[in-house]
């Protein structure tokens, strides 16, 4: 079977002498290399999460037929998990995986009225969140179209399992295995008081319930600034924000696997990694 592939790498010297090194071995294998216009079943991006995230935000409408596998050239790497000198393996495994089903994880699909009434819908891999410009934000949150309370803060960040790890986690977030569809709430600086009072806790909510956002300032239709994984928008009209678990999950391609809490240890811990390097040295000198 014939396969397309496409490669998404970042401007940085490193990252495009990679590239180049990808080409080849591609080329040697007999894999066809297309541009983004064409159409391709694995998408090779070149760079940090930050790379990976960027290629997912302009081929989310592509997201079901296409399959992300990220090379990473010094950055934490956190999807994107192969190295700069396992090429030959990637593209090896590549020939060997086209009938393996891919990983699959969930989504965010987020759903956004202006206050003119008009809806925009797109999806995020990480999170969203939503700030105002100045000035305490005041949301109410519903959970299913029920009232659940008040929050005012600096503003709030809806994230999915494997965005649990970026800004979720650094707001007090927990990090959620993504085999789970879950949906996870975090406050950005909430006031709570006597007079002033939300959950103030991070808040998790599962594959059939969808959060509903209506921001103000103070009780006023204002502009805020809306994030979702490397983009923004800033200045923007917001009556409401519906936040779900999409239909869609983003796919990687199932080369090999790599036990999702040892990803989640080596980038925020990297004591088996230290270790690693111990026991090489104390070989090399013995
Ligand atoms: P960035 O400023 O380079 O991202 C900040 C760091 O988050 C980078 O080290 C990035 O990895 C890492 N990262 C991205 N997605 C991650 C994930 N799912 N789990 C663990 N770490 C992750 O900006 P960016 O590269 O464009 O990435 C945007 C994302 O960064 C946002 O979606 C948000 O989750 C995160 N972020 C976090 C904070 C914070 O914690 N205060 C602030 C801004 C953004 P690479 O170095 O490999 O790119
Ligand atoms: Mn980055």
Known sequence: MSIRVYIYASQK???????????KQLAKSNIEVVDEEQSFDYIITIGGDGTLLS?????QNRVDSIQFIGIHTGHLGFYADW??????????GLLDCVDKPPVTYPLLEITMEDTIGN???????NECSIRSNFGTMVSDIYVKEEFFETLRGDGLCIATPTGSTGLNKSLGGAVIHPRLDALQLTEIASLNNRVYRSLASPMIISK????????????????FMLMF???YISDIEIQSLVLKISDSRIRFANIRHTHFWNRVEASFIGLKQQQNNINQINNLLK
Do not use: C, M
């Open 13 to 23: 010297k490193e990252s495009q002498s990679i590239k180049a090194k990808l080409l």
């Open 119 to 125: 809806n925009s819908k797109f999806l995020a891999l």
């Open 83 to 92: 190295q700069s000198y396992e090429i030959e393996n990637l593209v090896e």
């Open 55 to 59: 290629a997912f935000q302009r081929l």
């Open 208 to 223: 059939d319930e969808w959060l509903k956002i209506y921001p103000t300032i103070h009780g006023k239709e204002t502009t």
């Open 229 to 231: 994984d490397n983009k």
